[in-house]
């Protein structure tokens, strides 16, 4: 037995029963509202009816798909990345399915699949947008047109749905167009040496490569990483094929899409953020499956400068409108984050691949931030309106001054139903669905537990067969009980992680107290197992005051609330309005209750807090030598920030003045 971390292979959702708890809740509300609600959507909006084509079909090219629908909408533009929406839409119905079987949503997928695979054409060729508005135009703008992008979320979907169902139907399919793009794309003479402007599919196709076993998707996949970057640029290439002046590139810069330079040379998160994290999330695969220590030491930069520079506290990334994405060192605005959903799911995806390529558990604490808070905060309560952009404070610009369009844009600060650019409500979908992927992994003779949430697993380490059940109210508290149960005892290493939250904790096996220090954040328990082994895991959860970095203008002076992994913000429908004036001094007393009504059950914190009052003179401004302001105890309570606006709108705040 080695005393190091190996590389790790996750334990498939499919062997994980997630029946209760935190998750059960957010699977249930996913399954229950998620899903039907993007599937009106979907409908509603002519994503499922573009498949038949229609487009083309009013310009005289009759090809006689018939619907699934009742009511086609035939005559709807289809968008250059309505194909993206889909997979991520029959990905995430595949998970549901995978853990919660559904005969009708089966039934409609088939459906749906028959549809999209009637689109393909002949030679393999597979786009709605393209092959039904502009046929004249495939592969003319890999830099814009998002047309890997499409192909790489229908390939996962169809990973997806194969892993869930045993059906090939949408895999055969998008392998048929995957060997399309690779007769295309490539290094060899004669064809393109390109890859898209958004990157996904480099992760797509090492996912492909593991469902069929073929190597070419592997290597189509580093093809993509290695050349990206590359002198003479692709883009600028492309460009001029098109009769355009690159530099009049509307984004200015190829940094937006990691273009700028060779991937081995990026040291710096950068650019548009949801592309960036798929794309890193691409490179880690790739250096993970090929030992590439150049790539690997990329993945290491990057990841770093992410989170020393550019994370926000609820694992939100991409402060920027303007670019959708990255800015400078410690730029974290609030009101204004954008902080897409989409990109904390990308950073969920990243994490993980960070952790297979370097096991260390500081990359599940980054991805627990991010699932806890900014991945959650995307989605309401119940689950039917969705989140793009996840600020960290609100200030709704509605009331009471009317209506101020055309001076300031409003902001109104509820989830919308659905967006025209969709990206995130599926999104959301597919990784809340998967989240039991995500909690076990092993190496040769490791059993390893990332996250703790009440499930039911079977997994095989060390040739063995190990049930393992888990029980515990997480992140609510952070008493975990596993018990073991193995097909006859044996030898194998169960690694516990302890979270970089937690500063302290006890562990015991069968009453027995377990010392051993973290290797890598993991408590290493090596044992001869028995069935009916206990371990019990306690990990102090305190209500922690968080401090910002000093360079973190938009923060000095203010406090954030996190308890375990959950980040808190106050609201003013429980405290009242101009939140600007609350104070938390530093000896506050915090009372944590956890409230079963509220949101089916959340731990909130009661705060003796205080806030700034002054019997104001007059006019904005008064000199403070002639001006008082006081303070005057007051109740203060904060939830957690995943959950904030599910009741009326109004102000919210996560970093809380403390002076
Ligand atoms: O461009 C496709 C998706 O739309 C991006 O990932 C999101 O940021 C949104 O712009
Ligand atoms: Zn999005």
């Given at each position: ?93 595949a ?24 689109a ?34 229908l ?38 040496h ?9 992760l ?119 670019n ?34 370097d ?15 900014n ?82 697993a ?43 939250w ?22 290493l ?18 209500v ?64 003796e ?51």
């Amino acid at each position: 037995m080695t005393s190091s971390i190996q590389q790790n292979t996750p334990v498939s959702l499919k062997n994980v029963v997630i029946d209760d708890g935190f998750w059960s809740q957010r699977q249930a509300n996913n399954r229950e509202h998620t899903l039907p609600a993007i599937k009106h959507q979907m409908e509603k909006t002519g994503r499922v009816d573009a498949w038949k084509l229609d487009y083309k079909q009013e310009q005289g090219k009759k090809d006689g798909h018939t619907s699934i629908l009742a009511q086609p909408l035939s005559k709807v533009k289809p968008h250059i990345f309505w194909d993206s929406d889909a997979g991520k839409w029959i990905e995430a119905a595949a998970y549901s399915l995978t853990t919660h079987p559904d005969a009708e949503l089966e039934s409609y997928m088939d459906s749906f699949i028959d549809l999209i695979a009637s689109a393909q054409q002949p030679d393999g060729y597979l786009n709605i947008f393209f092959t039904s508005v502009e046929p004249q135009n495939k592969f003319k703008n890999l830099r814009d047109w998002h047309e890997f992008y499409d192909a790489g979320h229908l390939t996962e979907a169809a990973v997806a749905y194969y892993e869930a169902t045993g059906k090939r139907k949408l895999l055969d399919v998008m392998c048929r167009y995957i060997d399309y793009i690779d007769s295309m794309f490539g290094a060899e003479e004669g064809k393109i040496h390109g890859y898209d402007g958004h990157p996904e599919v480099e992760l797509a196709l090492v996912r492909l490569y593991h469902a069929t076993g073929n190597q070419k998707y592997l290597n189509l996949s580093k093809y993509f990483i290695d050349e990206r970057g590359q002198q003479p640029l692709f883009f600028d290439q492309e460009a001029i094929a098109r009769g355009e002046d690159p530099k009049q590139y509307w984004a200015k810069t190829y940094r937006y899409c990691q273009a700028h330079i060779p991937v081995r040379q990026q040291d710096m998160a950068t650019g548009h953020s949801v592309r960036a994290a798929y794309l890193y999330s691409g490179m880690a695969d790739i250096a993970a499956e090929t030992g590439d220590e150049e790539l690997k030491q990329a993945c290491l930069s990057i990841w770093d400068d992410l989170n020393q520079h550019h994370l926000y506290i609820t694992g939100g990334l991409g402060p920027a409108h303007a670019n959708e994405g990255f800015t400078v060192p410690y730029d974290l605005p609030n009101e204004t984050a954008y902080a897409e959903t989409c990109a904390a799911i990308a950073l969920v995806f990243w994490a993980w691949r960070m952790f297979k390529l370097d096991p260390d558990s500081k990359y599940i604490d980054t991805m627990e931030r991010a699932l806890y808070n900014n991945v959650l905060s995307g989605v309401s309560h119940e689950g039917s309106h969705f989140f793009y952009a996840n600020p960290l404070a609100a200030f709704p610009y509605i009331t009471p001054h009317g209506n101020w369009s055309g001076i300031v844009a409003e902001r109104d600060y509820r989830r919308s139903e659905w967006f025209d650019c969709a990206c995130c409500p599926p999104n959301l979908a597919r990784l809340v669905a998967s989240v039991g992927g995500y909690i076990y992994s092993t190496d040769a003779d490791t059993l390893y537990v990332h996250l703790y949430t009440a499930n039911h697993a079977d997994i095989t380490v060390n040739n063995r067969s190990v049930k393992i059940a888990q029980q515990t109210e997480y992140p609510w508290q952070g008493q975990i009980r596993l018990q073991v149960d193995v097909d006859q005892p044996g030898r194998f290493r169960l690694g516990l992680r302890i979270p970089g939250w937690c500063r302290s904790y006890t562990l015991k096996v069968n009453g027995q107290a377990v010392t051993t220090a973290a290797t890598k954040g993991y408590v290493l328990i090596d044992r001869e197992w028995s069935s009916g082994d206990e371990i019990i895991l306690a990990l102090d959860m305190p209500v922690e005051r968080v401090l910002p970095h000093p360079q973190i203008r938009h923060d000095v002076g203010n406090i954030a609330l996190q308890r375990g992994p959950v980040v808190y913000c106050i609201e003013e429908v429980d405290n009242g309005d101009n939140l600007a004036n609350v104070i938390i001094p530093p000896d506050a007393r915090m009372i944590t209750t956890f409230e079963p009504d509220l949101f089916d059950g959340v731990s909130v914190i009661n705060i003796e807090g205080q806030r700034a009052v002054a019997d104001w003179k007059g006019g904005l401004y008064q000199p403070e030598s002639v001006q008082t302001i006081t303070r005057t105890p007051a109740a203060i309570k904060a939830i957690p920030y995943a959950f904030w606006a599910n009741r009326q709108p109004g102000e919210m705040r996560v970093w809380i003045r403390e002076n």
